[in-house]
T-cell receptor, first 112, second 114 residues
Protein backbone atom coordinates (compact mmCIF):
# COMPACT_ATOMS: atom_id res chain seq x y z
CA UNK A 1 0.00 0.00 0.00
CA UNK A 2 1.52 3.31 -1.15
CA UNK A 3 2.58 5.46 1.79
CA UNK A 4 2.90 8.72 -0.17
CA UNK A 5 0.17 9.52 -2.64
CA UNK A 6 -0.26 12.51 -4.91
CA UNK A 7 -3.19 13.96 -6.78
CA UNK A 8 -3.77 14.60 -9.52
CA UNK A 9 -1.30 12.34 -11.33
CA UNK A 10 -1.36 14.62 -14.32
CA UNK A 11 -2.83 18.00 -15.08
CA UNK A 12 -3.04 20.47 -17.90
CA UNK A 13 -3.41 24.07 -16.78
CA UNK A 14 -3.72 27.38 -18.56
CA UNK A 15 -1.26 30.20 -18.13
CA UNK A 16 -2.37 32.49 -15.33
CA UNK A 17 -4.63 29.92 -13.76
CA UNK A 18 -4.41 28.55 -10.23
CA UNK A 19 -3.13 25.03 -9.69
CA UNK A 20 -3.14 23.01 -6.48
CA UNK A 21 -1.18 19.80 -6.14
CA UNK A 22 -1.95 17.58 -3.18
CA UNK A 23 0.13 15.10 -1.24
CA UNK A 24 -0.91 12.66 1.47
CA UNK A 25 1.36 10.41 3.54
CA UNK A 26 0.62 7.60 5.94
CA UNK A 27 4.20 7.19 7.17
CA UNK A 28 3.59 9.30 10.28
CA UNK A 29 6.57 11.41 9.20
CA UNK A 30 7.16 14.93 10.41
CA UNK A 31 9.00 16.13 7.30
CA UNK A 32 7.39 16.62 3.92
CA UNK A 33 8.88 18.06 0.75
CA UNK A 34 7.92 19.29 -2.70
CA UNK A 35 10.41 18.88 -5.55
CA UNK A 36 10.23 19.60 -9.23
CA UNK A 37 12.09 17.56 -11.81
CA UNK A 38 13.06 18.90 -15.19
CA UNK A 39 15.24 17.26 -17.77
CA UNK A 40 18.80 18.39 -17.13
CA UNK A 41 18.06 19.85 -13.70
CA UNK A 42 17.62 16.81 -11.53
CA UNK A 43 15.45 17.30 -8.45
CA UNK A 44 15.10 20.75 -6.97
CA UNK A 45 13.46 21.53 -3.62
CA UNK A 46 10.58 24.02 -3.75
CA UNK A 47 9.15 24.00 -0.22
CA UNK A 48 9.32 21.74 2.78
CA UNK A 49 7.71 21.42 6.18
CA UNK A 50 8.73 19.80 9.43
CA UNK A 51 5.54 20.41 11.39
CA UNK A 52 1.89 21.00 10.65
CA UNK A 53 0.83 24.61 10.01
CA UNK A 54 4.38 25.62 9.11
CA UNK A 55 6.27 25.63 5.82
CA UNK A 56 9.80 26.59 4.80
CA UNK A 57 11.21 27.83 1.53
CA UNK A 58 13.42 25.49 -0.40
CA UNK A 59 15.89 26.37 -3.12
CA UNK A 60 13.41 27.51 -5.80
CA UNK A 61 10.31 28.85 -3.99
CA UNK A 62 9.45 31.73 -6.34
CA UNK A 63 6.02 31.32 -7.92
CA UNK A 64 4.96 28.63 -5.46
CA UNK A 65 3.19 28.53 -2.13
CA UNK A 66 2.82 25.58 0.22
CA UNK A 67 0.33 24.57 2.86
CA UNK A 68 0.60 21.92 5.59
CA UNK A 69 -2.77 21.74 7.31
CA UNK A 70 -2.01 18.45 9.06
CA UNK A 71 0.87 16.03 9.51
CA UNK A 72 -0.48 13.87 6.70
CA UNK A 73 -1.21 16.51 4.06
CA UNK A 74 1.01 18.93 2.17
CA UNK A 75 -0.15 21.01 -0.79
CA UNK A 76 1.71 22.98 -3.42
CA UNK A 77 -0.10 25.98 -4.88
CA UNK A 78 0.68 27.80 -8.08
CA UNK A 79 -1.36 31.01 -7.86
CA UNK A 80 -0.55 32.16 -11.40
CA UNK A 81 0.72 29.22 -13.42
CA UNK A 82 3.34 29.98 -16.04
CA UNK A 83 4.80 28.06 -18.95
CA UNK A 84 8.10 27.68 -17.07
CA UNK A 85 6.33 25.67 -14.36
CA UNK A 86 5.71 22.76 -16.70
CA UNK A 87 7.50 19.89 -14.97
CA UNK A 88 7.04 16.72 -12.96
CA UNK A 89 6.39 17.43 -9.28
CA UNK A 90 7.29 14.97 -6.56
CA UNK A 91 6.20 14.99 -2.96
CA UNK A 92 8.26 13.14 -0.36
CA UNK A 93 8.23 12.48 3.35
CA UNK A 94 10.91 11.56 5.87
CA UNK A 95 11.29 10.92 9.56
CA UNK A 96 13.78 13.76 9.82
CA UNK A 97 16.80 15.33 8.17
CA UNK A 98 19.45 12.81 7.30
CA UNK A 99 16.87 10.07 6.93
CA UNK A 100 15.48 8.29 3.90
CA UNK A 101 12.96 10.28 1.89
CA UNK A 102 10.00 8.36 0.49
CA UNK A 103 8.69 9.76 -2.75
CA UNK A 104 5.19 9.82 -4.13
CA UNK A 105 4.43 8.76 -7.72
CA UNK A 106 4.68 12.30 -9.09
CA UNK A 107 2.36 14.74 -10.85
CA UNK A 108 3.03 15.68 -14.44
CA UNK A 109 1.98 19.31 -14.87
CA UNK A 110 1.70 20.90 -18.27
CA UNK A 111 1.00 24.62 -18.47
CA UNK A 112 -0.26 25.84 -21.84
CA UNK B 1 26.26 26.89 -8.56
CA UNK B 2 25.87 23.14 -8.37
CA UNK B 3 26.81 21.97 -4.87
CA UNK B 4 26.70 18.30 -5.82
CA UNK B 5 28.25 17.30 -9.12
CA UNK B 6 27.98 13.95 -10.86
CA UNK B 7 29.89 12.40 -13.70
CA UNK B 8 29.56 11.04 -16.23
CA UNK B 9 26.18 12.33 -17.37
CA UNK B 10 25.54 8.97 -19.04
CA UNK B 11 27.28 5.62 -18.94
CA UNK B 12 26.87 2.40 -20.91
CA UNK B 13 28.37 -0.89 -19.74
CA UNK B 14 27.96 -4.52 -20.74
CA UNK B 15 26.18 -7.00 -18.53
CA UNK B 16 28.61 -8.38 -15.94
CA UNK B 17 30.91 -5.34 -15.97
CA UNK B 18 31.46 -2.93 -13.11
CA UNK B 19 29.87 0.49 -13.49
CA UNK B 20 31.48 3.41 -11.64
CA UNK B 21 29.48 6.56 -11.00
CA UNK B 22 31.21 9.59 -9.56
CA UNK B 23 30.06 12.38 -7.28
CA UNK B 24 31.73 15.39 -5.69
CA UNK B 25 30.46 18.07 -3.34
CA UNK B 26 31.33 21.57 -2.18
CA UNK B 27 30.14 21.90 1.41
CA UNK B 28 32.49 20.27 3.90
CA UNK B 29 29.72 20.25 6.53
CA UNK B 30 27.64 17.72 4.57
CA UNK B 31 27.32 14.57 6.68
CA UNK B 32 24.84 12.36 4.87
CA UNK B 33 25.22 11.08 1.31
CA UNK B 34 22.40 8.97 -0.13
CA UNK B 35 22.20 7.61 -3.64
CA UNK B 36 18.76 7.41 -5.17
CA UNK B 37 17.85 5.57 -8.33
CA UNK B 38 15.00 6.31 -10.65
CA UNK B 39 13.60 4.06 -13.34
CA UNK B 40 11.82 5.61 -16.35
CA UNK B 41 8.38 6.98 -15.46
CA UNK B 42 8.86 6.10 -11.79
CA UNK B 43 9.73 8.09 -8.70
CA UNK B 44 13.18 8.16 -7.06
CA UNK B 45 13.91 5.60 -4.38
CA UNK B 46 16.77 5.24 -1.92
CA UNK B 47 19.41 2.76 -3.08
CA UNK B 48 22.20 3.11 -0.54
CA UNK B 49 23.58 5.82 1.75
CA UNK B 50 26.76 6.60 3.68
CA UNK B 51 27.77 8.87 6.53
CA UNK B 52 31.37 10.14 6.85
CA UNK B 53 32.13 7.98 9.89
CA UNK B 54 33.10 5.30 7.39
CA UNK B 55 34.72 5.42 3.96
CA UNK B 56 32.92 2.44 2.48
CA UNK B 57 29.38 1.13 2.48
CA UNK B 58 28.35 -2.12 0.83
CA UNK B 59 24.95 -3.52 -0.01
CA UNK B 60 25.12 -6.53 -2.26
CA UNK B 61 26.47 -5.49 -5.65
CA UNK B 62 26.38 -1.80 -4.73
CA UNK B 63 29.29 -0.13 -2.91
CA UNK B 64 29.92 3.50 -2.01
CA UNK B 65 33.52 4.63 -1.66
CA UNK B 66 33.91 7.91 0.23
CA UNK B 67 36.92 10.25 0.32
CA UNK B 68 36.27 13.02 2.84
CA UNK B 69 39.55 14.83 2.21
CA UNK B 70 38.87 15.20 -1.50
CA UNK B 71 35.10 15.62 -1.02
CA UNK B 72 34.42 12.85 -3.48
CA UNK B 73 32.46 9.65 -3.51
CA UNK B 74 31.70 6.98 -6.03
CA UNK B 75 29.11 4.27 -6.48
CA UNK B 76 30.39 0.96 -7.83
CA UNK B 77 27.93 -1.50 -9.27
CA UNK B 78 29.57 -4.88 -9.77
CA UNK B 79 28.23 -7.58 -12.09
CA UNK B 80 25.92 -5.03 -13.69
CA UNK B 81 22.53 -6.32 -14.83
CA UNK B 82 20.12 -4.92 -17.44
CA UNK B 83 17.69 -4.32 -14.58
CA UNK B 84 20.19 -1.82 -13.13
CA UNK B 85 19.52 0.51 -16.07
CA UNK B 86 18.25 3.69 -14.42
CA UNK B 87 19.23 7.23 -13.53
CA UNK B 88 21.30 7.46 -10.36
CA UNK B 89 21.27 10.58 -8.23
CA UNK B 90 23.92 11.42 -5.68
CA UNK B 91 22.64 13.68 -2.89
CA UNK B 92 24.03 15.35 0.20
CA UNK B 93 22.81 17.07 3.31
CA UNK B 94 24.16 18.42 6.57
CA UNK B 95 22.70 19.94 9.71
CA UNK B 96 25.01 22.94 9.63
CA UNK B 97 24.44 25.47 6.90
CA UNK B 98 21.67 24.00 4.82
CA UNK B 99 19.39 22.85 7.67
CA UNK B 100 19.47 19.25 6.55
CA UNK B 101 17.89 19.76 3.14
CA UNK B 102 18.92 17.22 0.54
CA UNK B 103 20.83 18.65 -2.40
CA UNK B 104 20.67 16.42 -5.47
CA UNK B 105 23.14 16.15 -8.30
CA UNK B 106 21.91 16.15 -11.89
CA UNK B 107 22.17 12.38 -12.17
CA UNK B 108 23.99 9.73 -14.19
CA UNK B 109 21.94 7.66 -16.60
CA UNK B 110 23.22 4.10 -16.69
CA UNK B 111 22.46 1.71 -19.51
CA UNK B 112 23.46 -1.93 -19.07
CA UNK B 113 23.60 -3.77 -22.38
CA UNK B 114 22.83 -7.51 -22.32
Amino acid sequence: EAAVTQSPRSKVAVTGGKVTLSCHQTNNHDYMYWYRQDTGHGLRLIHYSYVADSTEKGDIPDGYKASRPSQENFSLILELASLSQTAVYFCASSEGTGWEQYFGPGTRLTVL
Amino acid sequence: QQQVRQSPQSLTVWEGETAILNCSYEDSTFDYFPWYWQFPRESPALLIAIRPVSNKKEDGRFTIFFNKREKKLSLHITDSQPGDSATYFCAASGKAGNTGKLIFGLGTTLQVQP
